[in-house]
């Protein structure tokens, strides 16, 4: 993107603001894993695994909570419903929204406290990609629509949700 994406515009407000006011209705208290929004006024924790991913901000996450609901600051197109629906899901280490044509999105995802060794686990043997330690869990997969959850990488991509 070439910027910081939470400082991007949205509905009049930065969008890491938005995406915490979301997730801060439906399970606080609700916290950003790195980044430097303090001057936002928001609560953040430091990432205890630095430019490693965000495998190693979900393993933050988890050693905070005995559960995550994760949403990446990049994608704003999830619906309040979606997220609730994710929280609801029972069973599994991890609730993982799966598109019709297969593609997972676990950047949207519920993680549970039983994730967080095996998570920590496969991070220990040098595992970075969040889909590659998927292998380690009990996903339980939920049936998502194909545009809802799509990431914003480029400024078209920006450009086309902001049309949304």
């Known amino acids: 993107m070439g910027e910081d994406k939470g400082r991007l515009d949205w509905q009049g407000q ?3 603001r938005y995406q915490w006011q979301r997730l801060e209705q439906l399970a606080p208290p609700a916290l950003i894993v790195g980044g430097a929004y303090d001057d ?3 609560p953040s924790l430091p990432d205890a695994h ?3 991913g965000p495998l190693g901000a979900i393993l933050t ?3 905070e ?3 995550a609901l994760i949403l990446a600051v990049d994608m704003p197109l999830v619906s309040a419903y979606a997220l609730a629906e994710l929280l609801g899901q029972p069973g599994g ?3 993982i929204p799966r598109n019709p044509d297969g593609k997972v999105q676990p950047l949207a995802a519920l993680y549970r406290a039983s994730a967080q060794p095996k998570l920590a686990a496969a991070f220990a043997q040098g595992t970075r990609r969040v889909v590659d330690a998927l292998a380690a869990l009990d996903v339980r997969w939920w049936d ?3 545009e809802e959850f799509r990431s914003m990488n480029t400024p078209a991509e920006y450009a086309e949700a902001l049309e949304n």
């Open 14 to 16: 930065p969008l890491v």
């Open 40 to 42: 936002l006024g928001l």
């Open 50 to 52: 630095p430019g490693q």
């Open 61 to 63: 996450a988890l050693a």
């Open 65 to 67: 909570s005995p559960a």
């Open 93 to 95: 280490d991890a609730v």
């Open 144 to 146: 998502a629509g194909p």
